[in-house]
């Protein structure tokens, strides 16, 4: 279990502990995003987690329960919203997050463990707490493909985010840093895009996390 021992140093989670990796909106402290995960991995260096197939997740919608992305782009951030429970379609996800960085660096594979993409998400450092870690997206992101390629995400989202008043000049030029940081990294093909995770295999019994009836509670401190 994460903690402090009293001196400030971090106590990590353990491979297959169950966890919730959080999104807040833009701007607020209310949690909009929350996905139970498995931890593969939890060291200074790297926090390491696997959300199965069938995970059930909070994710947003627009008030009348309709999908984010059927709104069309010029309303999509100031249309009312709420948040709904539901099932995580298609395989898993394998996501990876060093503390200090900007983003997060997910793996996707199709049916049959076919390695697809890795996906940067940019994003706020994570910040820790005794359930899980939470953190802020920033709309832009990046694909990135076994033969080295990549291409920018969302970049339209990423502009009407600025337009919608959700992202001001000084935040908007942190997040391109971000991404040129990123796509940097990617092209020197840097970790993790070189340390062989798209062969990793989550454990057979390990059990699919469970989201709990208070996702959206005040993170306790850690060491509580």
Known sequence: ??????????????????????????????????????????TPELLAVWMAPGTECVRPVLADGTSVHDE???????????????????????KLARPADPWSVWLFWERGWRFRSWYVNLEEPRRRWSGGVDSEDHFLDISVYPDHSWLWRDEDEFAQAQRAGLMDPAL??????????????????????????????PEPDWSVPVLPADWDRTPAPLGS
């Open 1 to 42: 279990m994460t903690g402090s021992d009293g001196s400030g140093h971090i106590q990590h989670w353990a491979p297959g502990e169950h966890i919730l990796w959080r999104y807040r909106g833009v701007g607020t402290d209310a949690v909009h995003i929350c996905r139970p995960v498995t931890v593969v991995r939890d």
């Open 72 to 94: 069309p782009l010029a309303t999509r951030y100031t249309a009312p919203r709420t948040t709904e429970r539901a099932r995580w379609a298609g395989s898993g996800v394998l």
């Open 172 to 201: 908007a030029a942190r997040v391109r840093a971000a991404g040129a940081a990123a796509v940097a990294l990617v092209e020197e093909w840097g970790q993790p895009f070189r340390d062989g995770w798209e062969e990793w295999r």
